[in-house]
């Protein structure tokens, strides 16, 4: 079974010039799941890509996999969603899983946006209507302000935010 072209198409939207690691040990895998995930789900599929990865980081923080979130996130961030939309589907999770579920995720957001030179507000705004977000109207998340050593869980192979070679944000 080959890939099919809609399969490529979307995955290069996504993903672009990059192929799995997989590929070269598990190509039956890749094939099978690019099929599906990038062509089978799609076919009706109602909501923008936008708003489709959106809801995905969501979910990946919901299921506690920080790896996958990271692959996600990069591809959130190629078709359009803002920093500022990322930062806040990890506040929105925190009500509803709880700061130890969302912690790891709110800091690796951080050190990716630091790794990957992302551009984010020193200081973000968020809604004044009460309960929206919290009463505080800004963050003060920005990398910017979170010195590398107490961001958490810090750059390392086994967080998921580094290649397996272990690099470091400068």
Not at 66 to 89: H, N, S
């Amino acid at each position: 079974m080959a890939i099919t072209e809609a399969a490529r198409r979307n995955h290069d939207l996504l993903f672009p010039q990059r192929r799995s690691t997989l590929a070269d040990t598990d190509p039956e895998l890749v094939e099978v799941f690019d099929n599906w995930a990038f062509d089978e789900v799609l076919r009706d599929e109602a909501l923008d890509v936008r708003t489709r990865l959106m809801v995905q980081l969501a979910a990946l923080i919901a299921s506690q996999a920080l790896g996958e979130f990271r692959v996600m996130l990069g591809a959130a961030l190629e078709v359009g969603v803002t920093p500022v939309e990322v930062k806040e589907i990890v506040y929105q999770a925190v009500p509803y899983l709880g700061m130890g579920k969302t912690f790891d995720f709110l800091h690796g957001t951080v050190v990716f946006f630091s790794m990957m030179r992302v551009k984010t507000p020193p200081a973000v705004s968020t809604p004044r209507e009460s309960g929206v977000t919290s009463r505080s109207r800004t963050s003060l998340t920005s990398p910017f302000m979170t010195p590398p050593w107490m961001a958490a869980p810090t750059a390392t192979t086994s967080s998921g935010l580094t290649p397996l070679c272990g690099s470091r944000p400068k």
